[in-house]
T-cell receptor, first 112, second 110 residues
Framework: SQTIHQWPATLVQPVGSPLSLECTVE??????LYWYRQAAGRGLQLLFY??????ISSEVPQNLSASRPQDRQFILSSKKLLLSDSGFYLCAWSLDRRTEAFFGQGTRLTVV | EDQVTQSPEALRLQEGESSSLNCSYT??????LFWYRQDPGKGPEFLFT???AGEEKEKERLKATLTKKESFLHITAPKPEDSATYLCAGLKGGSEKLVFGKGTKLTVNP
């Protein structure tokens, strides 16, 4: 069966510090991968998605970037965090465009 | 603009009191409508996918239905463990983008 791992679960970082969140999927090949952000009182917002190694599409211009160095690894990064980057970050995967996405347990990021 | 609106924002039920959650959508070229359950501090858990108007899916006390403008999540004889936030999302045609609603927070009291 497929599983998705996302870490860390919580993170407190100072403003201006770098960020690296990692997500890996097991039990499937060539999944579509996604990074979402969930802010209080708002719906999940798609940040990035990837349909293959090295292929990244950005949905929202921002202070963040994503990379997919391996088939089942997806990384969310920032060079310098802003206060507004605080939120709940979720990684997800799906088999293809039409099927459901399965989410990781999320990372609660607080920028102080 | 693509939009998914869920109502009510919050719902309190007594155990055994059936009700429905609404998800209305204006998503261009909708290719699928998804329901998720989210517990506090956790990632969303997949419940159902609906692809065409008239389609229905059931799982235990939950039944999801879809029309051309909205979807309903019917909860029959809920239990306290059904308490969670339920999220609805539409898959936009020609893209990888899921458009999420803000969710309905359901509380079931014993």
């Amino acid at each position: 069966s497929q599983t998705i791992h996302q870490w860390p679960a919580t993170l407190v970082q100072p403003v201006g510090s770098p960020l690296s969140l990692e997500c890996t999927v097991e039990g499937t090949s060539n999944p579509n991968l996604y990074w979402y952000r969930q802010a209080a009182g708002r719906g999940l917002q798609l940040l990035f998605y990837s349909v293959g190694i090295g292929q990244i599409s950005s949905e929202v211009p921002q202070n963040l970037s994503a990379s997919r160095p391996q088939d089942r690894q997806f990384i969310l990064s920032s060079k310098k965090l802003l206060l507004s980057d605080s939120g709940f970050y979720l990684c997800a995967w799906s088999l293809d465009r039409r099927t459901e996405a399965f989410f990781g347990q999320g990372t609660r990021l607080t920028v102080v | 603009e693509d939009q998914v609106t869920q109502s009510p924002e919050a719902l309190r039920l007594q155990e055994g009191e059936s009700s429905s959650l609404n998800c209305s959508y204006t998503v261009s070229g909708l290719r699928g409508l998804f329901w998720y359950r989210q517990d506090p501090g956790k990632g969303p858990e997949f419940l159902f996918t609906l692809y065409s108007a008239g389609e229905e899916k059931e799982k235990e006390r939950l039944k999801a239905t879809l029309t051309k403008k909205e979807s309903f999540l019917h909860i029959t004889a809920p239990k306290p463990e059904d308490s969670a936030t339920y999220l609805c999302a539409g898959l936009k045609g020609g893209s990888e983008k899921l458009v999420f609603g803000k969710g309905t927070k359901l509380t079931v009291n014993p």
